[in-house]
């Protein structure tokens, strides 16, 4: 149990009457539980060891921290039903819909304590605000309470009128369920390997086919939801961001037409994948209107607008526009909230950080480069998308600093990768611009010499489009840029040589 995450999410969202204590006397115990709460959310506690040091002056397996510790996770469960979603920020959608699921928990209380007159009027209030957003398994649930209650009246007629709306949503739930089902079933096949990812795509168009099919019976918001996250999905594995881009047009028109529905909420979404679009597309004009237009859509606390963030960044990296790329990290580093995203979201972000240091060294605060390159890609499977990168802005410094042994070590990890992955991927770019980089390391970085030897693998690499942003080794500065630089560095160096002989 992950004791930070709770305290995040108690933190961002709870009432500020929310009591932490865990219970309303002051006891030595009850200021010990609020201490550890205070001192893991305001970052005066590192971490869980660090908290039992200073307040018991022992370690996390010690009886004591554990019993407090678990006083704490009630306490924050607890909070868990008293989340404020009457914040501005949070969509309709949300606090409708957190509303809604609280209502059916006080009927099932007042049922169960015999006051039916309130239970009913509730629940009729609860349908008016779930009809409205179409919750499906709420309108489900709702409907199933009113039949039930009504067998009681011995009113047959408007018993099976309510039990007609039941079946009804009985038949919307089952295609809303099927089709996350393709959602979720799509997910797992598309990151449990890349050979399985290529042989899955035949399957893959077959799902799209199914839940277009389904979305067209039913039509609800969700159902257009999960159609569009499915074929996000199904676009960049097959890398066609053309009808991606296209996707994302449509579905913004889709819930233009309807201001509550289940769409207005997953703006950033849509976002999100429409700048994945353009990056591959190389429309970076179009993606700098874009991320004008999106910015409004996504709130500095959220995992959505640290990602749309990356993609930002990329854009700014790709276009040259490094000023407003240091600006774009500046503003994620010192975001409150970037400390509690996950160890893989950080350590992106430090490559990004290797990358920016490359073309602006003297960005302050400045980059310690040195412990960036003292750490070898291990070709963690989680980071795949992020191994070739880091390799690739590994050899831009080392070769700027002249240390060739550590460039050796990174050839040779670049030639196992490419045989274990890079060559299986089917990323054609990516393939011909670390073959450019051995052609450089095999001509002993001689600027003539490579540019004689390297003009077969460039006109590959101009010739390539390139993959899935989403599924694939991240592109971060263009290869034809990092290329370019590339040249220059060695044509300096060859420059340097001819001057000291």
């Given at each position: 149990?992950?004791?930070?995450?709770?305290?995040?999410?108690?933190?961002?969202?709870?009432?500020?009457?929310?009591?932490?204590?865990?219970?309303?006397?002051?006891?030595?115990?009850?200021?010990?539980?609020?201490?550890?709460?205070?001192?893991?959310?305001?970052?005066?506690?590192?971490?869980?060891r660090?908290?039992?040091?200073?307040?018991?002056?022992?370690?996390?397996?010690?009886?004591?921290?554990?019993?407090?510790?678990?006083?704490?996770?009630?306490?924050?469960?607890?909070?868990?039903?008293?989340?404020?979603?009457?914040?501005?920020?949070?969509?309709?959608?949300?606090?409708?819909?957190?509303?809604?699921?609280?209502?059916?928990?006080?009927?099932?209380i007042?049922?169960?304590?015999?006051?039916?007159?309130?239970?009913?009027?509730?629940?009729?209030r609860?349908?008016?605000?779930?009809?409205?957003?179409?919750?499906?398994?709420?309108?489900?649930?709702?409907?199933?309470?009113?039949?039930?209650?009504?067998?009681?009246?011995?009113?047959?007629?408007?018993?099976?009128?309510?039990?007609?709306?039941?079946?009804?949503?009985?038949?919307?739930?089952?295609?809303?369920?099927?089709?996350?089902?393709?959602?979720?079933?799509?997910?797992?096949?598309?990151?449990?390997?890349?050979?399985?990812?290529?042989?899955?795509?035949?399957?893959?168009?077959?799902?799209v086919?199914?839940?277009?099919?389904?979305?067209?019976?039913?039509?609800?918001?969700?159902?257009?939801?999960?159609?569009?996250?499915?074929?996000?999905?199904?676009?960049?594995?097959?890398?066609?961001?053309?009808?991606?881009?296209?996707?994302?047009?449509?579905?913004?028109?889709?819930?233009?037409?309807?201001?509550?529905?289940?769409?207005?909420?997953?703006?950033?979404?849509?976002?999100?994948?429409?700048?994945?679009?353009?990056?591959?597309?190389?429309?970076?004009?179009?993606?700098?209107?874009?991320?004008?237009?999106?910015?409004?859509?996504?709130?500095?606390?959220?995992n959505?607008?640290?990602?749309?963030?990356?993609?930002?960044?990329?854009?700014?990296?790709?276009?040259?526009?490094?000023?407003?790329?240091?600006?774009?990290?500046?503003?994620?580093?010192?975001?409150?909230?970037?400390?509690?995203?996950?160890?893989?979201?950080?350590?992106?972000?430090?490559?990004?950080?290797?990358y920016?240091?490359?073309?602006?060294?003297?960005?302050?605060?400045?980059?310690?480069?040195?412990?960036?390159?003292?750490?070898?890609?291990?070709?963690?499977?989680?980071?795949?998308?992020?191994?070739?990168?880091?390799?690739?802005?590994?050899?831009?410094?080392?070769?700027?600093?002249?240390d060739?042994?550590?460039?050796?070590?990174?050839?040779?990890?670049?030639?196992?990768?490419?045989?274990?992955?890079?060559?299986?991927?089917?990323?054609?770019?990516?393939?011909?611009?670390?073959?450019?980089?051995?052609?450089?390391?095999?001509?002993?970085?001689?600027?003539k010499?490579?540019?004689?030897?390297?003009?077969?693998?460039?006109?590959k690499?101009?010739?390539?489009?390139?993959?899935?942003?989403?599924?694939?080794?991240?592109?971060?500065?263009?290869?034809?840029?990092?290329?370019?630089?590339?040249?220059?560095?060695?044509?300096?160096?060859s420059?340097?040589?001819?001057?000291?002989?």
């Amino acid at each position: 149990m992950d004791l930070q995450q709770l305290i995040n999410i108690i933190g961002k969202k709870g009432k500020r009457n929310a009591v932490i204590l865990s219970s309303q006397n002051a006891k030595s115990d009850d200021l010990r539980v609020h201490d550890l709460y205070t001192g893991l959310k305001t970052a005066q506690y590192k971490d869980e060891r660090h908290a039992a040091q200073k307040i018991f002056n022992t370690d996390t397996a010690d009886k004591n921290y554990i019993k407090l510790r678990s006083k704490l996770k009630d306490a924050l469960f607890h909070n868990l039903f008293f989340l404020n979603y009457d914040n501005e920020k949070h969509p309709q959608f949300s606090q409708v819909e957190y509303e809604v699921r609280k209502n059916l928990l006080q009927i099932k209380i007042l049922l169960r304590e015999g006051d039916k007159e309130n239970a009913e009027w509730l629940l009729m209030r609860t349908i008016k605000l779930a009809e409205k957003f179409h919750f499906t398994s709420e309108l489900l649930e709702s409907y199933t309470l009113w039949r039930n209650q009504i067998s009681y009246s011995g009113n047959l007629s408007k018993f099976e009128t309510v039990n007609n709306m039941v079946m009804r949503y009985e038949k919307i739930s089952v295609a809303e369920k099927r089709a996350e089902y393709l959602l979720y079933a799509s997910m797992c096949n598309i990151l449990k390997s890349l050979v399985n990812k290529r042989r899955f795509v035949t399957k893959f168009k077959t799902w799209v086919k199914e839940i277009e099919d389904l979305r067209k019976k039913y039509n609800t918001p969700n159902l257009l939801l999960t159609e569009f996250r499915l074929k996000s999905n199904y676009y960049a594995l097959s890398s066609d961001f053309e009808s991606l881009l296209k996707l994302c047009n449509e579905t913004e028109k889709s819930y233009s037409k309807d201001s509550n529905s289940v769409l207005q909420t997953k703006r950033s979404e849509i976002a999100l994948n429409k700048i994945i679009a353009c990056l591959n597309l190389k429309e970076f004009e179009e993606g700098k209107k874009h991320v004008k237009k999106s910015l409004k859509y996504f709130n500095k606390d959220n995992n959505n607008w640290f990602t749309f963030m990356e993609n930002y960044f990329i854009l700014c990296m790709r276009t040259g526009n490094f000023n407003k790329a240091g600006e774009v990290l500046d503003e994620v580093k010192t975001n409150v909230f970037f400390r509690i995203q996950s160890e893989l979201a950080r350590e992106r972000w430090y490559i990004y950080q290797g990358y920016f240091a490359f073309v602006r060294p003297d960005h302050k605060p400045k980059f310690q480069i040195q412990s960036f390159l003292g750490k070898v890609p291990e070709f963690n499977k989680n980071m795949f998308g992020y191994n070739a990168a880091t390799l690739i802005i590994h050899f831009f410094h080392l070769l700027k600093e002249n240390d060739f042994e550590e460039l050796h070590i990174r050839m040779d990890e670049m030639k196992k990768y490419i045989g274990k992955q890079i060559s299986r991927s089917g990323n054609e770019r990516l393939q011909s611009f670390l073959r450019l980089l051995q052609v450089a390391h095999q001509t002993g970085f001689n600027y003539k010499v490579t540019v004689e030897k390297s003009q077969n693998y460039l006109k590959k690499l101009k010739r390539f489009k390139g993959r899935a942003e989403a599924f694939e080794e991240l592109e971060i500065m263009q290869y034809e840029d990092l290329w370019q630089i590339l040249l220059q560095l060695l044509k300096e160096r060859s420059r340097n040589y001819l001057r000291i002989n």
